[in-house]
């Protein structure tokens, strides 16, 4: 994927961030070129090397297209889960490892259904927590609203409540 200066990235690991400069550094003797990225929650600089940056999963913000599958995963129906919590937990840690902003949105839904209907435990709560920041962060960006919005636009779609009129996220669609 093509990348630019000045333009807003997901990086899996730090969320949300601008591509400040594209540089190059001379390592072992090989010229690199790299991307200076500005986290926007921490405003921590990285570097990462312009032929790494799809391995290591930097993308493009989402697109309406790509939100509106987004939006598709958080309303669909719970797929089975387990039952054990500990296991429930160690299956939602790999899924969220893996980075993808649709899974980390499938793994908000199941829980947040589950602590609506059961609870969870203290780590699912947490981890609950931990997973909702960059999907809010996503949603954010890619519908440009603020993160209170952002965080009652995933909330309706967890929900299917749309109570409060159009919301931005069928806007965007």
């Not at 039952?83 to 908000?108: C, F, H, P, Y």
């Amino acid at each position: 994927m093509q990348f630019s200066e000045g333009q807003t990235v997901v990086y899996p690991h730090h969320g949300p961030a601008t591509i400040t400069s594209i540089f190059s550094r001379v390592v072992k003797g090989v010229e690199i070129q790299y991307f200076k990225l500005e986290v926007h929650d921490s405003g921590l600089s990285v570097s990462v090397p312009v032929a790494s940056a799809d391995k290591v999963g930097m993308r493009a913000v989402l697109d309406s297209t790509e939100m509106t599958a987004l939006f598709d995963v958080l309303r669909a129906p719970t797929l089975d889960e387990e039952t054990k919590w500990s296991r429930r937990m160690k299956d939602n840690q790999e899924k969220l490892r893996v980075g993808d902003i649709v899974t980390v949105a499938s793994v908000v839904r199941d829980l947040t259904r589950r602590n609506d209907d059961k609870g969870l435990s203290l780590a699912e709560r947490d981890l609950l927590r931990h997973a909702q920041r960059p999907l809010v962060t996503e949603i954010a960006l890619a519908l440009g609203v603020d993160y209170d919005t952002a965080e009652r636009e995933l909330h309706e779609a967890l929900t299917g409540d749309t109570a409060s009129g159009s919301s931005a996220a069928t806007a965007a669609a």
